[in-house]
């Protein structure tokens, strides 16, 4: 655990004294680092890898999907996928089934098991995001997230080509 402290507080003196103002992307991509290492070491108490932890929290949510849409919303390659499906399978924290009439799809159901790590994990989630965001003040805290949802909503937009059809309007 002590190497992983010293890795966040060597990125925090990296963005504080070398790249203060270095571009909001990777500021982005090492705080979602620094917040999957915190859950990992959380979930790793309970055997779930943070991989299956994308997973699980899909089919919490939305049990049943195919292999496919399961891909497609975590925003992975269907190969990966398929290897966290099936290594998930072993542990029973889920099974594949195919629906009357469709043998093309296998579709991915949460167990017992599965559904059960729901009320451990959740709260361990919860824990590291309240830690990441200790000291700052919660309407901060909400303008925030607004800003990162219209990141978001404009990185879509530029995707599909509406932010530039927009732009040129």
Not at 4 to 23: G, M
Not at 47 to 56: C, D, E, M, Y
Not at 73 to 102: H, W, Y
Not at 114 to 139: F, T, W
């Amino acid at each position: 655990m002590k190497a992983k402290t010293s890795d966040t507080f060597h990125l925090l003196r990296h963005w504080r004294e070398s790249v203060p103002d270095d571009r909001l992307a990777h500021l982005i991509r090492d705080v979602a680092r620094a917040q999957m290492r915190a859950l990992q070491q959380r979930l790793t108490h309970h055997g779930v890898s943070f991989g299956h932890w994308t997973f699980l929290r899909i089919l919490w949510i939305r049990d049943g999907l195919t292999q496919k849409e399961l891909s497609d919303f975590a925003g992975v390659m269907e190969p990966t996928t398929f290897s966290a499906v099936k290594a998930m399978e072993q542990m029973g924290l889920i099974e594949r089934r195919q629906l009357p009439g469709n043998r093309k799809n296998m579709h991915v159901y949460l167990t017992a098991a599965g559904r059960a790590l729901e009320r451990k994990l959740v709260p361990l989630a919860e824990e590291v995001n309240r830690i990441s965001v200790a000291g700052i003040p919660d309407k901060t805290v909400a303008q925030l997230r607004k800003a990162l949802l219209t990141m978001i909503e404009n990185l879509a937009l530029e995707e599909s080509g509406g932010l530039a059809d927009a732009a040129a309007d």
